[in-house]
């Protein structure tokens, strides 16, 4: 069964998030997902929250920046969310809005560099090694975390570009796809998945691709769709986001499983005006026709 999703969008007050929790959990929704957009909402924080908050929904984040954070900082709170809330916290990083990242004073010359060297050292350090590295961004000496993650976990890596898309191949356990993908650029980022972790000699195994669907439902539904892809500059691109019933929702979200998704996250419009129904729309009316 493909896992389905919901995103609490960060322009929603903090404060809202306690509400929407309440009802994904009771609604039966699978995943989750919450931004570490700036300058909103902390990934960690939020996330942190809202799985003490549910007892059964897995709780996403996607993305966190790496240029705002030190890896082992990134590793710290990775590991104290996997080892409180076990199998139930799912954490991505990127390499961040470059926009955003020049307002912070955060902007990096080689934002795929940093990525590579973040993920690398992530994932050593939450499988318990201790770890030594002079990158050119990323520098370690003698670091093991002294509670690393018990169970299985993962680090995704949210991507757009295909060097960027190589790099998850190559160095990531998975892959997040933003709204802006349709049908074929999941294929096309699956194929550049693949062609990374080949390069990298990863051989055998599946590699998870989550990618987000934009979505709007109700009276108003075309319409809300249509003005966020022209304020996201995206409206060109064909078959690109979805309005409609449940029924219209779930054969998009089929669409992109046969693209090559193994989960979808429905994300609304900014302006959706009823977050909590939206999560049930999507744990009660849409979930139950997704294969």
Not at 35 to 44: L, T
Not at 90 to 114: C, F, K, N, Y
Request: charged share 25%.
């Amino acid at each position: 069964m493909t896992p389905l999703g919901a995103v609490f969008r960060p322009q929603l007050a903090p404060e809202r998030l306690r509400s929407v929790c309440a009802v994904a959990e009771r609604a039966g929704l699978d995943e989750l997902w919450l931004w570490e957009d700036c300058f909103r909402e902390g990934g960690i924080s939020t996330a942190a929250a809202a799985l003490a908050w549910t007892e059964r929904v897995r709780v996403g984040v996607g993305l966190l920046p790496v240029p705002l954070r030190n890896v082992a900082i990134t590793a710290m709170e990775a590991a104290s969310l996997h080892r409180m809330f076990p199998g139930r916290a799912i954490l991505g990083v990127g390499h961040g809005v470059q926009d955003w990242m020049g307002q912070v004073g955060a902007r990096v010359e080689s934002p795929v560099t940093l990525l590579r060297e973040h993920l690398v050292a992530l994932r050593a350090l939450l499988a318990g090694e201790r770890v030594t590295v002079d990158g050119r961004y990323v520098k370690l000496d003698d670091v093991a975390l002294d509670w690393p993650p018990e169970g299985p976990h993962s680090v995704l890596a949210g991507a757009t570009g295909p060097r960027s898309l190589r790099l998850t191949g190559e160095a990531a356990d998975g892959t997040i796809l933003t709204a802006s993908t349709n049908a074929e650029g999941v294929r096309t980022a699956r194929q550049l998945v693949e062609e990374g972790r080949a390069a990298a000699g990863r051989g055998a195994g599946h590699h998870p691709v989550v990618v987000y669907l934009l979505t709007a439902t109700g009276p108003d539904a075309d319409t809300r769709l249509r003005a966020e892809l022209v304020a996201e500059g995206l409206d060109s691109v064909p078959d690109l986001g979805v309005a409609g019933d449940a029924g219209a929702v779930a054969k998009a979200v089929e669409r992109l499983v046969e693209a090559g998704a193994d989960t979808v996250v429905l994300q609304p419009t900014a302006d959706e005006p009823d977050p909590e129904g939206f999560v049930r729309f999507a744990a009660e009316e849409v979930r139950p026709l997704v294969p």
